[in-house]
Nanobody
Framework: QLVESGGGLVQSGGSLRLSCAAS????????VGWFRQAPGKEREGLIC????????DTADSVKGRFTISRDNAKNTVYLQMNSLKPEDTAVYYC??????????????????????WGQGAQVTVSS
């Protein structure tokens, strides 16, 4: 099970940090991605990190503003979001790879790969 937290309302230019906490399995053994979905739009991949931090990837839409990190002791992955814009308003999801042995990750919304999803956290950026 994955649980996101840390969402909320922030002004344009502000920052938020989302957390993705896992229970029932070791998140350190899997690639993790962050995704978002705005009303009326398709789910969009943002950033991912592989197991062991071997590899990461970031979508152009958030490059230079969003970063991903792990705290293996807390079985948690974080999404640090800086310089937020109103167009970043969406429900944010984390997802974990089913494959414990993959050394890469993908920001594609690959539901065949990302089998474990959180319930989502609302982020609203006011102008």
């Amino acid at each position: 099970q994955l649980v996101e937290s840390g969402g909320g309302l922030v002004q344009s230019g502000g920052s938020l940090r989302l957390s993705c906490a896992a229970s029932g399995f070791n998140l350190a053994d899997r690639a993790v991605g962050w995704f978002r979905q705005a009303p009326g739009k398709e789910r969009e991949g943002l950033i991912c990190i592989s197991r062991g931090r071997f590899y990461s990837d970031t979508a152009d839409s958030v490059k230079g503003r969003f970063t991903i990190s792990r705290d293996n002791a807390k079985n948690t992955v974080y999404l640090q979001m800086n310089s937020l814009k109103p167009e970043d308003t969406a429900v944010y999801y984390c997802a974990a790879d089913w494959d414990e042995y993959a050394f890469d990750c993908t920001v594609k919304v690959d539901r065949g790969r990302y089998l474990y999803w959180g319930q989502g956290a609302q982020v609203t950026v006011s102008s």
